[in-house]
């Protein structure tokens, strides 16, 4: 798990601090450490986006990788074009914010990126 910083925000349990155990920086909510890794540096360039659509519990309310909105919110069906994008709206959005339970397509999402990276590191091997 990464470590969790208690944050700003103490009412929102999910705007708290991800400290990226890569470069030991903050981000706020799940959505910051997933928009820092999608920049690249910590991890392999372009990998978040691939790691989505290899995810069962949310490849299918995905459309298309080539798509210029590919991700969308499964509840009010808010196009996205960064994953990071879609975990932004639903941490801030009342309404959609039980997407991100465990039981549902944005936790487990979550938790596969994690689970991901805790096993194979940021990539090292195709970095370059
Ligand atoms: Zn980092
Ligand atoms: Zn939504």
């Not at 798990?1 to 208690?6: D, E, H, K, R």
Request: include cysteine; glycine fraction near 6%; proline fraction near 4%.
């Amino acid at each position: 798990m990464a470590t969790m910083v208690p944050g700003p925000m103490g009412n929102n349990p999910h705007l708290h601090n991800w400290k990226c155990w890569f470069c030991e920086n903050c981000y706020l909510g799940f959505s910051g450490i997933l928009e820092h890794w999608e920049e690249g540096r910590c991890v392999k360039y372009g990998r978040i986006k691939e790691l989505v659509f290899e995810t069962p519990e949310y490849a299918w309310c995905a459309n298309k990788l080539i798509d210029q909105f590919p991700f969308f919110c499964y509840e009010c069906r808010a196009h996205y074009q960064q994953i990071s994008q879609v975990y932004y709206h639903v941490e801030r959005s009342a309404s959609c914010q039980h997407l991100l339970h465990e039981d549902h397509c944005l936790g487990a999402l979550q938790k596969f990126i994690l689970d991901y990276y805790h096993a194979y590191g940021m990539d090292s091997a195709d970095l370059m």
